[in-house]
């Protein structure tokens, strides 16, 4: 699997202050779907990677993907911006997966004590 991200993309993911250092999950989101073949993929910002996620390193920063949920994906993937919308899209050269997905924060904030 290959994740491709467009320059649009780039330039709006620098803006939320992502680099190559943070993880991005294209998260299979079944939740409201009711069927686990209708989902709907996410962009999730994460600081870890779980241990059933494939790791994918990209022209950007690397994606992470659960491998159970690969086989809904296309093996060229692309991921661009769609300024109009104010939202990502998910396409490959066969199909668009998403063509409004949403970037969601999923880091876990740390609060250190005050001394």
Wanted: glycine share 2%; aromatic share 8%.
């Amino acid at each position: 699997m290959e994740f491709t991200f467009t320059e649009e993309a780039i330039t709006r993911l620098n803006h939320k202050k992502i680099n190559n250092e943070l993880l991005l999950k294209v998260k299979y989101e079944t939740e409201g779907c009711g069927c686990v073949v209708s989902g709907v993929p996410t962009l999730w910002i994460v600081d870890h990677q779980e241990e059933d996620e494939e790791r994918f390193e990209t022209n950007f920063c690397p994606v992470l993907v659960e491998k159970s949920k690969k086989v809904f994906y296309d093996e060229q993937l692309k991921i661009d911006y769609v300024e109009s919308a104010n939202c990502y899209l998910l396409r490959s050269p066969n199909q668009i997966l998403n063509p409004r997905m949403m970037l969601i924060e999923k880091r876990e904030l740390t609060h250190e004590p005050k001394a």
